[in-house]
T-cell receptor, first 113, second 108 residues
């Protein structure tokens, strides 16, 4: 059953705490992406990776970090430097890079306590 | 960077009605996608349409790249069509830029 999985579905963060969101894909896609969605808004790009061991900042990378050690995995860490982390986080992948169709996971809702 | 504007921002339909959603973009694009975000947040690919017209069941889309707009048509709307429709474009640079979305509510 191919697709993109994200975990957890809901995540609660205390002030000053780092948390990591998981994104896994078994589609054999080269490129992976992280987006943030605030209520009533569109999606904004946080980070993307077009190949293993390489990634680039998107429009709103401050306060976030990523790694791409395996082709199928692209975890996102929300650090304590991110002052307003409450949002819906979506992971996506595409077969190649620019211009190719992106497919999205089900998302993780992060709430700061 | 490129600007993507969607209209209308909100749309209320009676079941069975037809509607047209519009996406305008401020610069040349390499590709364009339409998505439907269901009430649980999942984004579903509808169309990958850099130019021309495509149809899939009750949905169809047309992109006129030279005039910098795309249209999404919903015919014979159903309650399951409710949600948010996003247009997203690939322009210069390696990223997909999203519009603000059109929120659609189909009433039974």
């Amino acid at each position: 059953d191919g697709g993109i999985t994200q975990s957890p579905k809901y995540l609660f963060r205390k002030e000053g705490q780092n948390v990591t969101l998981s994104c896994e894909q078994n589609l054999n896609h080269d490129a992976m992406y992280w987006y943030r969605q605030d209520p009533g808004q569109g999606l904004r790009l946080i980070y993307y990776s077009q190949i293993v061991n390489d990634f680039q900042k998107g429009d709103i990378a401050e306060g976030y970090s990523v790694s791409r050690e395996k082709k199928e995995s692209f975890p996102l860490t929300v650090t304590s430097a991110q002052k307003n982390p409450t949002a819906f986080y979506l992971c996506a992948s595409s077969p190649g890079g620019a211009g190719e169709t992106q497919y999205f996971g089900p998302g993780t809702r992060l709430l700061v306590l | 960077g490129i600007q993507v504007e969607q209209s209308p921002p909100d749309l209320i339909l009676q079941e069975g009605a037809n509607s047209t959603l519009r996406c305008n973009f401020s610069d040349s694009v390499n590709n364009l996608q339409w998505f439907h975000q269901n009430p649980w947040g999942q984004l579903i690919n509808l169309f990958y349409i850099p130019s021309g017209t495509k149809q899939n069941g009750r949905l169809s889309a047309t992109t006129v790249a030279t005039e910098r707009y795309s249209l999404l048509y919903i015919s014979s709307s159903q309650t399951t069509d409710s949600g948010v429709y996003f247009c997203a474009v690939w322009a210069a640079g390696n990223k997909l830029t999203f519009g603000g979305g059109t929120r659609v509510l189909v009433k039974p």
